[in-house]
């Protein structure tokens, strides 16, 4: 039997919504041709998103020295790639990363640069761009992939602080979002933010970047998804309760092979994780960007899962996860796994027994003093139901649940259990009650999937007088 479920499953009052909130990557390097870069552009904006997060490569710029400052920089492809963005009513996010050899220690495009000259092409990026509403600086700065000889706190805080320095001095009026950090990485992703934070970085930026890959579902309790609002909390602990998170990558492939990146996914299981990952980033106030990592494959089918992470394939040919992505920016929302832990005990007690009240005529007898006989007692049994209700993305879930108690030679008996802030607890005693298997079920709603869970009541008993 199951009883009509109520749950505050509305996100909060100022969450933004997924049309707010989604964007797709893009490479430059997969947009030269001037067909195939209107094309590409023309599929995104047909989804509704608002947001693409396009490389900016310094090393395209000024690839033999500094020049952009003296208004000499090579600008081209970039031009056309940021124009045909805008031109289809997409906000750029850009990621300032890609160090020209010159303009560092060991020559390799992931050594964070020297200030100057960093400063100085900086300050002509913004003003080149001044309609660029954000900017990523950096790339997965705990990973040594991306950081050069190896990921370096103190490093990539003086890098946040030239960017601000000269963010400040141009008047810019973009938003400076840290290069999203990812698990995995050589420096887990608590470890950094409380170096990070140590240095001084968080007062840098207008967004913490992250991003939270998963080998599994992003409503899964085991993934980064979910350990986003502890994320958010240590972040006020750390004095930027104001500091919104941006999911600047988010994805996963397409491909029948497991790998880095979890187990093998069919096209169409790679739509329903885009479909949760939306559905749960929507429900959080401060939750500002999720970008989908990325909008096209670079091969697909390729044994690389990095090159099959897109929404359209390597021909320009929509996956599942394209109608899914433009489905969820026109409004469509996915139902979140609600999960419920549960434990039960079974225990005697002797209650007493109701009688009837002696009524008494108009003429009372002289009233007695004498000693009250033992009140009847009768044995019953007693089950006590405790446990918790996590409904992904509601912090306090307020909702009610069915038990299903067991019962010597009768079917089991349905009782009601109120739900307040996530837990509950509650006695039921009927002589009828037995040991067996209790079950508990919460109904769902319009954004959480039903669940039921079970729990052994122990056969062994405790007589309480």
């Known amino acids: 039997m199951l009883l009509v479920v109520a ?25 030269h041709d001037g067909h195939v870069r209107e094309r590409v552009f023309d599929s995104i904006a047909a989804t509704g998103a608002k947001w693409v997060r396009i490389d900016i490569p310094w090393l395209w710029v000024e690839p033999d020295g500094p020049s952009a400052s003296r208004g000499h920089g090579d600008w081209g492809t970039l031009d056309h790639i940021i124009r045909a963005a805008e031109q289809h009513g997409l906000k750029v996010l850009g990621i300032v990363a890609y160090t020209p050899e010159w303009a560092s220690d060991t020559g390799d495009p992931w050594t964070y640069p020297d200030s100057q000259p960093f400063e100085e092409y900086f300050a002509a990026l913004l003003r080149h761009y001044p309609e660029i509403p954000a900017w990523e600086l950096w790339n997965e700065p705990n990973f040594a992939r991306f950081s050069i000889p190896g990921p370096d706190p103190a490093k990539f805080v003086n890098f946040l602080r030239s960017a601000r320095k000269v963010h400040d001095a141009v008047g810019s009026h973009s938003k400076l979002i840290s290069g999203g950090v990812a698990p995995g990485g050589g420096i887990d992703i608590w470890t950094w933010l409380d170096q990070v934070a140590m240095r001084g970085g968080l007062k840098l930026i207008d967004g913490y970047g992250v991003h939270p890959y998963s080998g599994v579902a ?29 999911l600047t990558e988010y994805g996963a492939p397409s491909t029948p092979v497991s790998n880095g990146y979890g187990p093998p996914l069919t096209e169409a299981q ?27 494959d670079d091969e697909t089918g390729s044994a690389d899962a990095e090159e099959n992470f897109g929404l359209i394939r390597s021909d320009l040919s929509p996956k599942p996860a394209y109608t899914a992505f433009r489905d969820v920016v026109a409004g469509a929302t996915a139902k979140l796994r609600s999960r419920l832990t549960l434990a039960s005990r079974i225990s005697q007690a002797r209650v007493p027994v109701a009688t009837a009240a002696k009524v008494h ?84 709603s319009t954004a959480y999937l039903p669940v039921t869970t079970q729990a052994q009541v122990a056969s062994s008993a405790t007589t309480k007088r």
């Open 218 to 246: 992003a409503d899964d309790p085991r993934s980064m998804m979910m350990q986003l609002e502890a994320l958010h909390r240590r972040l006020g602990q750390l004095g930027r309760p104001d500091l919104p998170l941006w």
């Open 270 to 296: 790679q739509a329903d994780r885009l479909r949760t990952a939306f559905a749960l980033a929507s429900r959080f106030d401060w939750i500002e960007n999720l970008t989908w990592y990325e909008f096209r």
């Open 7 to 31: 749950a505050l499953a509305a996100p909060p009052a100022h969450a933004r919504p997924a049309p707010e909130i989604a964007g797709v990557a893009l490479h430059p390097w997969q947009l």
């Open 361 to 444: 005529g108009k003429k009372a007898k002289k009233k007695v003093k004498r000693r009250r006989p033992p009140r009847k007692r009768k044995l019953v049994n007693r089950i006590t139901v405790t446990g918790h209700l996590t409904l992904p993305g509601t912090p306090w879930p307020m909702a009610t649940i069915t038990a299903l108690l067991p019962r010597r030679n009768a079917a089991p008996r349905p009782v009601t259990i109120v739900v307040k802030e996530g837990y509950f607890w509650a006695r039921f005693q009927d002589p009828s009650l037995t040991s067996g298997t209790v079950v508990l079920q919460y109904g769902g």
